[in-house]
T-cell receptor
Framework: EAQVTQNPRYLITVTGKKLTVTCSQN?????MSWYRQDPGLGLRQIYY???????DKGDVPEGYKVSRKEKRNFPLILESPSPNQTSLYFCASSLLLRSGEQYFGPGTRLTVT | GQQLNQSPQSMFIQEGEDVSMNCTSSSIFNTWLWYKQEPGEGPVLLIA?????ELTSNGRLTAQFGITRKDSFLNISASIPSDVGIYFC?????????FGAGTTVTVRA
């Protein structure tokens, strides 16, 4: 089954404790992206990747890091999480580089206390 | 980032009603898209529009790409209970996708 998977689905952590949210897709997609969803704000793009080792900032990259060492994986790293990073996070992938037609993962709900 | 203004923020539907929502932006987009999100899941693509003025249907859904490339609307005809959810408009340029704040559709009791 074609899908985007994220782990963990739920995470509660404390301020400053480094964490990684994993994202994997099995569709051989070139493009992958991370979004955060907050009430009243819709989804906002954090980082995206056009290919292995090629990444760029979205609209809200501060406090986040990403890497793309393999085509199928695109982890999101929070080096020192803060409470304002409490949010619902989505990973997405797309077959075409210049396409808004994206497949989204199920989401990761992160709480930072 | 580019701001998309989506309205209404929420709506109540009665089975059989036609409903509509729209999205405007101060920026031009090359592609307009509409996604739907159900509780506990990620957004799912409903319709993608690639040309200014384009009108596209997907079953009971109809969407249009505004002639100025700064707006789009989505119509749902003859709504059914499973139409509930959050509908997002999105505009795409190059590698970036920008979303509206969403329209929450709920069934009227």
């Amino acid at each position: 089954e074609a899908q985007v998977t994220q782990n963990p689905r739920y995470l509660i952590t404390v301020t400053g404790k480094k964490l990684t949210v994993t994202c994997s897709q099995n569709m051989n997609h070139e493009y992958m992206s991370w979004y955060r969803q907050d009430p009243g704000l819709g989804l906002r793009q954090i980082y995206y990747s056009m290919n292995v080792e090629v990444t760029d900032k979205g609209d809200v990259p501060e406090g986040y890091k990403v890497s793309r060492k393999e085509k199928r994986n695109f982890p999101l790293i929070l080096e020192s999480p803060s409470p304002n990073q409490t949010s619902l996070y989505f990973c997405a992938s797309s077959l075409l580089l210049r396409s808004g037609e994206q497949y989204f993962g199920p989401g990761t709900r992160l709480t930072v206390t | 980032g580019q701001q998309l203004n989506q309205s209404p923020q929420s709506m109540f539907i009665q089975e059989g009603e036609d409903v509509s929502m729209n999205c405007t932006s101060s920026s031009i987009f090359n592609t307009w898209l509409w996604y739907k999100q159900e509780p506990g899941e990620g957004p799912v693509l409903l319709i993608a529009l690639y040309k200014a003025g384009e009108l596209t249907s997907n079953g009971r859904l109809t969407a249009q790409f505004g002639i100025t490339r700064k707006d789009s609307f989505l119509n749902i005809s003859a709504s059914i209970p499973s139409d509930v959810g959050i509908y997002f408009c999105a505009g795409h340029n190059d590698y970036k996708l920008s979303f509206g704040a969403g329209t929450t559709v709920t069934v009227r009791a």
